[in-house]
């Protein structure tokens, strides 16, 4: 099948494709006809497409998140690409698709990444610091085998979450190692609780954050994770005002560092301090490779990225 | 009693005074000698002041916040008045001073600066908003008899906090009955809430901030007063995720308005906006009044004020 | 008759309309067809609207700002509404359609709004101020009459310059009682002098901007009221360079706080520092208010508001 | 005479300067012994200076503002030079020294400098325009025969505001000519009034700013010229809405460029432009050749100056 | 022939014109059709064309950058004009045209600015600065010919670039005389140098930059003139850690001023200082002249420029 | 020996300490007195201190840079500890003591970090990379013994730069393990050169920075390492404008992320960018260990550190 990061202008495409997006349309013509607005997804990407011809039939069978078999043409339209249909049908199960082998997901199997996290939480050795943590992870834990790590700025796909959570866990503990001033406790807390109260922040599906949550919009995901520590610690009964519960709200309230950036404190403790830029190396550079891995072979410059000043990324020859 | 504001290069002054601070330091001489670097204070301001003949004795008689009878003179020494003492002995009973006579206050009674506040919160309808209001005040009520709002930005001052409530609550009753489309209920509740845990954030004697405290420092007291606001739910029942709980932390969150002033989201419903904006006008008013209260009668132009965009005030002739 | 903000994808509509905008277009068929490209408007909203078979006759009949019954079919296109018009004609006197009841105006008659300026200027004490007052609302009296306060940001509909003046009022009224070292006359003077140059900054019609003058581009609505400070001063035989005037103007230059909004100086006498937080609050709350007010019942967030940092609002469930 | 700025620690001078400053204070002995806290200048620059040993009749005798003659010792005191006077006396008539011999003046006689000022403004060719330039002249032409730029960014001597429009109207002329598309009137007037209003915001005696005056602080300069320009239209009975005077004021108001810069609007015609960046230009190079004149040949570097991003300039051998 | 900065909507052209751009596209007709999206340019400016009926040797023959003659017709399209063409073929030998009349050019002959540039250069006192500035300006000499400054910002037009180095050349030599403290020497190579690898940063052909090159991304037009500094130095057997040397490199790589417009370090020379407010002086006024220059008769505003702080200019009557 | 950082008010101290600067001043006295104002220093900090009073040879004896016993008093003046010294003598060389025992220096010796450089250079695979990177190590190799890698920020101390590019390479080696897209050779070269230029930008001895040098002010170690870059080049026969010339100099001069910290570039290939954040986080925490380390024993608070957002840093209890 050809993934859709390849295609180029004039390919006539046949293959199966999941439909990210399914809306009717009508054209200007007098009387006006109507038409399917898609968008056409798998693993590499996704592209625009429409069906011109739409029959009463055809309004009644294709939906949002279902899988289909295209028959089509990439065009160019206003500088980018898209498909012209010609054809097109549900896939059935005798095709043997599966939904999941057409989104993006995490390089590592979700089953696996959530459990490095909880392996690592069991790992903790203050143990009012690790029965918070393992709260926490108990809050999210099923959400956490799929949520991305954000809308679109970095880790945005199927279990980016739980698989940025873990490569920032190896950076803490190489980071640990090298300045053993550092508890290697509070790293370990710090990562997994940072952005634990994601999912509550977002609306996700298949690794795809639809939109944020009422929650999510009037409190912010640092808060929410503040706010289950406190539910934690009532839960454990420890002291809302031991040192532990403050030490733990305070590496999560100020990991965005700047109060622009969302943090109401700033990192006042070398834990703190350390988790902010992990943090940042980790998404900066995973912004970086995922940019580059889905760029097109024809191209040398990726799209400016937000994440990094809103520079584009030049691909060297190897 | 001559008031401390009022004090004029020259003057030969007589009375009591609090010693807001007391050090024994050293000359330049030699043999060095010891003298004691004082502040003195009133109702009305401060003064630094110098005691150059310093016994044995007097090392173990003067500590800070003790009332003194001083005679001296007032000098200038780089451009601001200070006082050089001549004699001093501590007040006793039969002077007949009180501490708190000696210090900057709210022009009401704390006593009825609470009893409003707590009436108000009486007040609220919805039984679940109330309950958490009241839950709050009651983890600070007997503080609320005499901290400051701030350090020094506004209401830095004996129940100063209290006080910018009250004075906030006029305001916001006045706005609600002006604006139907706000909800009274939210408004008292955002106004109580917005500072309540600032007596946990900073460390206060006498209506003067000495220091901030841990927790204020690396939570602040926006995320002490959210995690109040969750501490009240879980004590009484109410569902942590209800639209009640998520718009009162709302309301205490943004109050700051953007991140780079400490709100980690931004106000998203008419009473937080309302609540923001009610907040200023009354701390920008107060401060530009207490500063033309404390200045000196010959002065037409107040010191720059932080909280004003750094500007001075210039006092009219009436 | 149906109001606009209620409209919804598939509803047919019959009903009176202001036409806000009527252009005649061509399709890109071969040989290309005209159509008129509409904006419909009631004093609930607009939307945009295209009648696709135009005739010689119609392309003399249709022109802004003309009242006509429409016969069409709501649709979606880009993500928003517009409508398909099938049937259109001129309204007719028979009709009985007033066009200010097709506009967005102040909830509050504008000769009231007039009046109460007017009676409140009259009872400002000091007559040099009063006289200089009155001399500046001579010069717009006829345009507060109907002038928005703004083009988009804040009460931008018919009298809406007059109604955020009265409720300025209303607030300043209450703050010079609730704190009686400001002084009422320049609290009542700077309210109304504020932006009462408006009407020569921006042209308008209906309620609605349509542009900036060659003036209010050059000088700006700050600086035009100065100078008409200036004017009445010389016509009133009054010193320009007494402090009544430098006072005056000063609560006209600093009224926008900051340099970057448009102030050459910043507030330096509490009243002015009373004029910037006031105008803040009021037009705040009603451009929160009056997005709420136009706000779909279906809907539970507004636009971002780029008066409030850009911000959405959320309306609660009562 | 030695010249200030090439006094050198462990000098011995001799000579006449100016008492820019002298003020009585008291050491911190016992019993406390009064000094002079003086500052001596002269064209080359200024240094503190003490005298320990103070007479009652030297009280009675030394005034700021006054010549005298010292005899006394440079020192280094916190890094900085200090001379420890040993004699001192007021200068005679028959010491034959000038007041203005020890101030420091642009480098070409202030009559002269006003006459090419006046010669320029005649030569304006649109009438009103030249009547308009004329007035506010006259209302300051006095002043302009000694009033510097400026407190301390730029020109900050005697005549360096007629110093400084000099310089810019020989720019402007060059411009003019370069780009005949400018209007020389415009760039003419434009120069003559931008800073005209400047005798009136800041007092001055000497070429030495000593502080802003009431109306300087609550309108500024910028205000106060636009101001004038209204007055000289109604005067002269020009139409204070006509183009003529638009475009003079917005070319006043417009000339700091950006609001945070104190300018209401920005430039939006070609002289207004032009305007800006020729006084851009012919300031901070001024800055530039003062502070390189000022600094003592010993040194390479000049102190960083605030008016070129707050960096020090490098002085080059030939 | 017709300019096309005097079209205006409904005007029948027939005239040459170059073809700027010239893509097929396909309509969304059923089935869909190709037509030619082309862009019109000529000296004056430039405006977009569609070709609704293409044959396929329309295909074969039309292409970017030739000059074709037309027929057709101006319409408004999203309220700017475009032309629907009815007639095309190639410009032919016979009809006389020349590329280089078609594209804006500085208004002075190449050759002749370049000339210019070379004397300038011959003049410099100091040989080793003469030699590096001639080796540097050898690198580029060619392209001095017809490379524009910039994308779009100022003297975006054939020979733009040298054009730019003359008039600031020019105003140089004006304020090297009006301050004779300046380096002459310096001024002069610094204004020579300071764009100098623009040619190297960006890629253009006729004036116009279709892209910046690998290297312009990478490194910037000052570290690559920087660059050219060092291999003139080491190519001459000039000291690279030089006094001169450092200078010039301190000229170019200070000439943005500040390091967020691009300079490393800020300027710290007095000639410094003065190249970026002259070349800030020559391409702000040369970019509103521009504007102007391009702004059809019937309009009195520009369009905003991004140079000017993204204002409009006004063009007054004369 | 007594650590500086454990000096406590009070404490009557004797031992060695390095005089890290020895100035003669004057006493207010009359007539005047000399007394020293030293610094003293060791290892773990450094004081100010007095000689009050000081004979003709003492004059001849103390210079900074030299090893002395004293003994002494320590005393609180203006809230800070200064010492009064009551004895001093030169240390001789029977007493033993070395200098860089008495200076803050890196945790390895120096001549093992070189070699660590050193040998992380060799390994690079691209010949010319690695020459070019050997060429740079060789211009500053005897430097790197010693030279700081800041003035004040992070790593000033003996062979800090040495230090902060070894621990860079280790982190540098994880990440470039963990994320194979990344060329190690790049990620070595680019932490090697980034800060190579350092000693030729900065005056140092001992490990501290006493000034910055003429280049390091006008052209700066970004733009001197850029310089080496090309004069590598050039001396190996390295093509200018190869890809390997252009991205090692892109390392270099995007390698502080921003403008408006120093770099003309911004990072746009992934080793950039992974260059950028390594150092970020290795300054971050090296000066946070740092300020802890040289915090005393009773104190919980370090200074705030402007790296970190001008924060101070807590430290826990264990």
Redesign the interface.
């Known amino acids: 099948m050809t993934l859709i990061r390849t295609f180029t202008e004039g390919d006539e495409i046949t293959g199966y494709y999941l439909l990210k997006k399914a809306e009717i349309?009508?054209?200007?013509a007098?009387p006006?006809k109507n038409y399917f607005d898609f968008v056409l997804a798998d693993s590499s990407g996704e592209i625009p497409a429409?069906l011109?011809?739409v029959s009463a039939a055809d309004k009644e069978t294709y939906f949002p998140m279902m899988l289909v078999k295209v028959q089509g043409l990439v065009?160019?339209?206003r500088e980018k690409p898209q498909m012209?249909i010609n054809r097109i049908r549900k896939a059935t199960e005798e095709d043997g698709c599966k939904l999941t082998d057409f989104i993006k997901s995490a390089p590592i199997q979700p089953i696996d990444l959530v459990h490095i996290i909880k392996q690592t939480a069991a790992g903790i050795q203050d143990s009012e610091c690790r029965s918070v943590v393992e709260f926490c992870i108990s809050k999210v834990e099923e959400r956490l085998m799929h949520y991305p790590a954000a809308k679109a700025m970095h880790h945005a796909y199927y279990a980016g979450l739980a698989y940025h959570i873990c490569?920032m866990l190896?950076?803490g503990e190489?980071?640990a190692r090298?300045?053993p001033?550092?508890?290697p406790d509070l790293i370990k807390a710090g990562i997994i609780l940072h952005d634990i109260a994601k999912p509550e922040e977002m609306n996700a599906e298949l690794g795809i954050v639809t939109d944020y949550s009422?929650?999510g919009?009037?409190?912010?995901h640092?808060?929410l994770a503040?706010?289950w520590v406190?539910?934690a610690a009532?839960a454990l009964g420890i002291d809302?005002?031991s040192?532990n519960i403050?030490?733990l709200?305070?590496l999560v309230?100020s990991h965005h560092?700047?109060?622009?950036?969302?943090?109401?404190?700033?990192?006042?403790?070398?834990e703190a301090?350390?988790l902010h830029?992990?943090d940042?190396?980790d998404a900066?550079?995973q912004a970086?490779?995922d940019a580059?891995d889905s760029l097109p072979d024809s191209e040398e410059w990726t799209q400016p990225l937000r994440i990094?000043?809103n520079?584009?990324?030049?691909r060297?020859?190897?």
């Open positions: 349309k009508q054209t200007n007098a006006p429409k011109w011809d065009q160019m339209y012209k490569r190896e950076l190489f980071v090298q300045r001033f550092l508890n009422l929650k919009k009037l409190l912010g640092i808060s503040a706010n406190i539910e009532i809302v005002s040192e403050v030490i709200q305070h309230l560092n700047l109060g622009e950036w969302g943090s109401p404190v700033q990192p006042q403790i070398p301090i350390a830029y992990i940042t190396l900066k550079l970086v490779e580059l990094i000043e520079k584009p990324i030049f060297m020859r190897k």
